[in-house]
């Protein structure tokens, strides 16, 4: 089971051109577990999402994946929204109008990872979930994703103090090349990834848009290139991206305090390219609709 922790909310779309605005299940925790449980991995988010018709559809379309729900206190009285407004690259700009605040956090029993980030590290919900972290890291291995939005995480200075908590408590740290322009604007990926390791990550992966990926250990650094796609839009390819590398670093027997700080770079190599395939599947169809095992194997494959 993965333990996935933070907000499920209604991406509301609004495409170039567009006269009406389209609405889609998302939120980045979500999307991780959705991809998770596409992938075949028992997967459970714990969320928050309001009594009302969003969070019917967040609850259809998550159960129908075989994701299981926790609700969180149920202590939301209505679901969030994300407003994205789509640029002609299928880039989102991102307004939101959500709450985050668990009374208490508790992983799924027999949970191999517990994965967390996005909007879950916002006060003031923040204190609970690094409680809980701090709490398990010594026994599981505990993956996170900044995911900034400058809307809500800024100002900057603050949003690095918590990211860098964050990242202290983390095993394997996935940021995209936007999160650390935003937060380290100069800085090279490779001095933010030495930084984040020397806090405590046994891996860092950066997703580098077109560009592909960027992967660093203490011992190694590579990159990959990002496999070709028409790009209809970037909804949900960095969550894409999470699920397949904790999917792909499981299923090569990774995924353990153990095994993780001495990942063979080969192996690596593999699970980042994977990783970077399943994002790119994402990109080509709208919305956060990450690819099944079956998907995923057939574009793998030569």
């Known amino acids: ?6 907000e499920a909310l209604v991406d509301v779309v609004w495409r170039p051109g567009a006269a009406a605005p389209v609405e889609l299940v998302g939120g980045s925790p979500a999307n991780v577990a959705l991809g998770l449980a596409r992938l075949g991995d028992p997967a459970g988010l714990i969320t928050q999402y ?10 259809a379309r ?17 679901t969030a929204t994300a407003t994205a407004r789509l640029g002609a690259d299928g880039a989102a700009a991102y307004e939101f109008d959500l709450s985050w605040a668990p009374k208490d956090l508790t992983p799924y029993p027999g949970s191999v990872a517990v994965h967390a980030g996005s909007l879950a590290t916002l006060a003031p919900g923040d204190e609970v979930l690094a409680d809980m972290l701090a709490g398990v890291r010594g026994t599981t291995v505990v993956s996170y994703d900044p995911n900034v939005r400058p809307t809500l995480h800024g100002p ?5 103090d918590q990211v860098a908590r964050f990242v202290a408590l983390a095993h394997l740290v ?10 380290y604007p100069g800085e090279p990926v490779e001095t933010v990834a030495a930084r984040w390791l020397a806090a405590g990550p046994d891996l860092v992966v950066v997703t580098l848009g077109a560009d592909g990926g960027f992967l660093a250990t203490t011992g190694y650094q590579l990159r990959c290139a990002a496999p070709p796609v028409d790009v209809v839009d970037t909804v949900g390819a960095g969550d894409a991206c999470m699920s397949a590398l904790l999917d792909g670093l499981y299923r090569a027997g990774a995924l353990t305090l ?5 990942l063979p770079a080969d192996t690596a190599r593999q699970v ?3 990783a970077l395939t399943a994002a790119a599947i994402t990109c080509g169809r709208p919305g956060a609709d990450p690819p099944t095992a079956a998907e995923l194997a057939a574009r793998l494959s030569p």
């Open 1 to 6: 089971m993965f333990t996935v922790i933070g």
């Open 156 to 160: 900057v200075e603050h949003a690095r």
């Open 272 to 274: 980042l390219h994977r």
């Open 174 to 183: 996935k940021a995209s090349a936007d999160d650390l322009a935003w937060l």
């Open 258 to 262: 153990d095994a993780l700080p001495s």
């Open 62 to 78: 998550l159960g129908a994946a075989g994701v299981a729900l926790d609700r969180s206190d149920a202590g939301a009285s209505r």
């Open 50 to 59: 309001g009594p009302d018709e969003r969070g019917a559809r967040i609850a």
